[in-house]
């Protein structure tokens, strides 16, 4: 019988790699996991987290003025970026080390640093260049913003990743996309005082939604003073002396300080070296699995967004304590991705789970 370094190797410490790394340790498996960035993974570090609390400043400009409404007196309110990314930052800080914690209290040895896959139980650590064996092998890495449309000038344009550090707030700021990262930055920073435009390809923002929540959410993000430019997308983006022009179809162009593409994410499977060990991936490059979350090489599995089921943090948590329960618990669990309930932390929030009025009315004669 073969002897590997460890039982598994979990490669990517954010919700997903976290939870199957902490479960299968406690089923005692001998595990070791590599992060090449934070651990805690997008919703941590660069997601939900960092997102919502940037949602609550927002809000904060509508409560100042209905305060005044049940007789509060108060000076005129000023806001302060800069102390609101250094807030921001001190609490992910917090939680990525309540995550490493909890690594260390499994016995799980971390390590900070990329690792790439050579055969079906090989790796290699970047970091230093040592080989691990694995019994096991997690891919477990996420997905990351796509820079599209690809037109000149994109590289000038941020993502979501990029957003949550910038150096001041930008007094004028386009949102290129029409889902949930989009109309959520776009609440946020209209709310905190920028002119905020809107440019979307879809004649509506949330495809996908109930017509009446789409509808309603519109109306927010005009009402909070955001600028919509539907069936819109930029053609070209321009550097000048106070910021970017951006040329749109339909032959508009917009001046902003900071351009912002929020059109989709792709699943982060470039240079693991899953070509290599013969893991089949789509055309999207999501890694294929089975309803156990097992590729189509029997000791490499993937969890969480990278294999583009339902791309949600809980979800990726399921995925990663099922994985582990199959595995190592002696129980085989296959999640179930359906009626799963979704949220949008915009202004309105919008929450939803089962069918849209839409899907309902073709599958059932109503």
């Known amino acids: 019988m073969a002897v590997y370094d460890v039982d598994l190797f979990v490669?990517?410490?954010?919700?997903?790699?976290?939870?199957?790394?902490?479960?299968?340790?406690?089923?005692?498996?001998?595990?070791?996991?590599?992060?090449?960035?934070?651990?805690?993974?997008?919703?941590?570090?660069?997601?939900?987290?960092?997102?919502?609390?940037?949602?609550?400043?927002?809000?904060?400009?509508?409560?100042?003025?209905?305060a005044a409404g049940f007789g509060w007196k108060l000076a005129a309110p000023s806001?302060?970026?800069?102390?609101?990314?250094?807030?921001?930052?001190?609490?992910?800080s917090?939680?990525?080390?309540?995550?490493?914690?909890?690594?260390d209290k499994a016995g799980i040895a971390v390590e900070d640093g990329r690792a790439e896959?050579?055969?079906?139980?090989?790796?290699?650590?970047?970091?230093d260049g040592r080989k691990v064996s694995a019994r096991i092998i997690l891919i477990a890495t996420g997905a990351a913003p796509v820079l599209e449309p690809d037109v000149p000038g994109?590289?000038?344009?941020?993502?979501?990743?990029?957003?949550?550090?910038?150096?001041?707030?930008p007094k004028r700021m386009l949102i290129v996309g029409g889902g949930y990262i989009a109309v959520e930055f776009a609440s946020i920073f209209a709310r905190l005082g920028?002119?905020?435009?809107?440019?979307?390809?879809?004649?509506?923002?949330?495809?996908?939604?109930?017509?009446?929540?789409?509808?309603?959410?519109?109306?927010?993000?005009?009402?909070?003073?955001?600028?919509?430019n539907f069936g819109?997308?930029?053609?070209?983006?321009?550097?000048t002396p106070t910021g970017y022009r951006v040329s749109l179809t339909k032959g508009m162009c917009l001046d902003a300080d900071q351009v912002m593409i929020a059109t989709g994410r792709r699943p982060n499977t470039s240079g693991l070296g899953l070509e290599t060990a013969g893991v089949e991936?789509?055309?999207?490059?999501?890694?294929?699995?089975?309803?156990?979350?097992?590729?189509?090489?029997e000791s490499i599995y993937a969890v969480g967004d990278v294999t583009n089921r339902v791309a949600l943090t809980p979800v990726a948590i399921r995925e990663g304590h099922a994985f582990a329960e199959t595995v190592f618990g002696g129980r085989a669990e296959a999640v179930v991705h359906s009626n799963i309930p979704t949220a949008v932390f915009s202004t309105p929030e919008l929450g939803c789970v089962g069918l849209t009025e839409t899907e309902a009315r073709a599958i059932y004669d109503c």
């Open 117 to 127: 896959i050579e055969d079906a139980h090989r790796l290699r650590l970047l970091a």
């Open 11 to 66: 490669i990517g410490a954010g919700s997903g790699g976290v939870r199957a790394a902490r479960i299968a340790a406690a089923h005692g498996a001998k595990v070791m996991i590599a992060e090449e960035f934070r651990i805690g993974g997008t919703c941590v570090i660069r997601g939900c987290v960092p997102k919502k609390l940037m949602v609550y400043a927002s809000r904060y400009k509508d409560h100042f003025a209905d």
């Open 194 to 228: 920028t002119e905020v435009s809107l440019a979307a390809r879809g004649e509506n923002v949330l495809r996908g939604f109930d017509d009446d929540m789409r509808t309603g959410l519109r109306e927010g993000l005009a009402d909070a003073g955001v600028k919509l």
């Open 94 to 103: 917090r939680l990525s080390a309540i995550y490493r914690d909890n690594l």
């Open 154 to 169: 994109r590289e000038f344009a941020i993502t979501s990743n990029e957003v949550f550090d910038l150096p001041e707030l």
């Open 232 to 239: 819109m997308l930029p053609t070209r983006i321009e550097k």
């Open 79 to 92: 806001f302060d970026w800069p102390r609101l990314v250094g807030a921001k930052e001190k609490e992910i």
């Open 281 to 297: 991936r789509d055309s999207l490059g999501a890694v294929k699995v089975d309803a156990f979350s097992k590729t189509n090489v």
